[in-house]
């Protein structure tokens, strides 16, 4: 499946961004989702993970508390709300999909096939 994210943007130290994430054709199959991001010369990290039915969330200990996983299956679209945003979650983040991710993987990024172009999110001091 094809993924667009979008949401991304500039904002203050201690503001929030709401990112989305969506198949970008039409596809009748539901995915355990996650997102990752990738500051400037570090590596991908995870941030987040959502099951197929949204009723099981996980999160990076650096997001926890501050983010919000969430998904919306009639719209087949997935979102992230970051709050108390820090200057440290300046990063490009991408959503990914896959049919099935076990808790174990989540954090992997190799468990997922399919990949957003990524938006960049920055945030000031």
């Known amino acids: 499946v094809q993924l667009q994210a979008s949401g991304g943007g500039l904002v203050q130290a201690g503001g929030s961004l709401r990112l989305s994430c969506g198949p970008s054709?039409?596809?009748?199959?539901?995915?355990?989702m996650g997102w990752f991001r990738q500051a400037p010369g570090k590596e991908r990290e995870f941030v987040a993970y959502?099951?197929?039915?949204?009723?099981?969330?996980h999160y990076s200990d650096s997001v926890k508390e501050r983010f919000a996983f969430s998904r919306d299956n009639a719209k087949m679209t997935v979102y992230l709300q970051m709050s108390r945003m820090k200057p440290e979650d300046t990063a490009v983040y991408f959503c990914a999909a896959d049919t099935q991710v076990t808790i174990g993987d989540m954090t992997s990024p190799e468990s997922y096939d399919s990949w957003g172009q990524g938006t960049q999110v920055t945030v000031s001091s």
């Open positions: 054709g039409r596809t009748s199959s539901a995915y355990d």
């Open positions: 959502i099951n197929r039915s949204g009723r099981i969330t």
